[in-house]
């Protein structure tokens, strides 16, 4: 069964640093462009993260550029993403999933390879 499971969530301060990790089941991660995308209470599910398969070339959205990183852990078959100097804005629920294009040109979500999974909460709160 293809499935995707998020951990690492956390309420975490101001400024502070979670790992999130994506780990695959089912599949090899390491032929998949995979994203992280967030989505905060009444807002709409958003794509902040993107690595491309093949050559890992991440890709960020402007509002983590800078903070974020996005790496992939072959022996794993697991996607991470770093979180620096977190932001109260970044509160959200996060999920990871495949996406359709390989070099994470767009962040669309290939629904039809996997669900989404219950996804990990990051509260950053003082």
């Known amino acids: 069964q293809v499935q995707l499971v998020e951990s690492g969530g956390d309420l975490v301060q101001p400024g502070g640093s979670l790992r999130l990790s994506c780990a695959a089941s089912?599949?090899?991660?390491?032929?998949?462009?995979v994203a992280w995308f967030r989505q905060a209470p009444g807002k709409e599910r958003e794509g902040v993260s993107c690595?491309?398969?093949?050559?890992?070339?991440?890709n960020y959205k402007d509002s983590v550029k800078g903070r974020f990183t996005i790496s992939r852990d072959t022996s794993k078959n697991t996607v991470y993403l770093q979180m620096n100097g977190l932001k109260h804005e970044d509160t959200a629920v996060y999920y990871c999933?495949?996406?359709?294009?390989?070099?994470?040109?767009?962040?669309?979500?290939?629904?039809?390879?996997?669900?989404w999974g219950q996804g990990t909460q990051v509260t950053v709160s003082s």
């Open positions: 690595i491309s398969s093949g050559d890992d070339i991440p």
């Open positions: 089912g599949f090899t991660l390491d032929y998949y462009a």
């Open positions: 999933l495949t996406v359709l294009d390989p070099l994470c040109t767009a962040y669309l979500p290939d629904v039809e390879f996997a669900s």
